[in-house]
């Protein structure tokens, strides 16, 4: 299992940013896969953002162009930087990390949020309009 805290939530007006932060308790360069999730009240989990050991990042259609996923200098952190952001973003959103390999993509048509071993508390974004 890996340890993961998310920070870096908030409230912003419509078309504002926010960089959220995951921070592991091994180096992320060693992970399979790491990802964003997020969750809306009433709603599902749904995946926003994905990246693997080599840097090969995936993204969910909604977010593709505004959201970046990115692995931090310092190897025990991850984070998604949040542009443009719409009301309908929204949510408490998770960082998740995956350790076994299976060849699939971190954010791909076969992965789902319980395809993840590991998860962070959440953090709250809220964006007003």
């Known amino acids: 299992q890996v340890q993961l805290v998310e920070s870096g939530g908030g409230s912003v007006q419509s078309e504002g940013s926010l960089r959220l932060s995951c921070a592991a308790s091994i180096n992320t360069n060693s992970v399979y896969c790491m990802g964003w999730f997020r969750q809306a009240p009433g709603k599902g989990r749904e995946g926003v953002a994905g990246i693997d050991a080599d840097g090969i990042t995936s993204y969910a259609d909604s977010v593709k162009g505004r959201f970046t996923i990115s692995q931090g200098n310092a190897k025990n952190t991850m984070y998604l930087q949040m542009d443009s952001l719409k009301p309908e973003d929204t949510a408490t959103y998770y960082c998740?990390?995956?350790?076994?390999?299976?060849?699939?993509?971190?954010?791909?048509?076969?992965?789902?949020?319980?395809?993840?071993?590991?998860w962070g508390q959440g953090t709250q974004v809220t964006v007003s309009s």
């Open positions: 998740a990390a995956r350790t076994t390999y299976d060849g699939r993509v971190c954010l791909g048509p076969r992965v789902d949020s319980a395809w993840y071993q590991s």
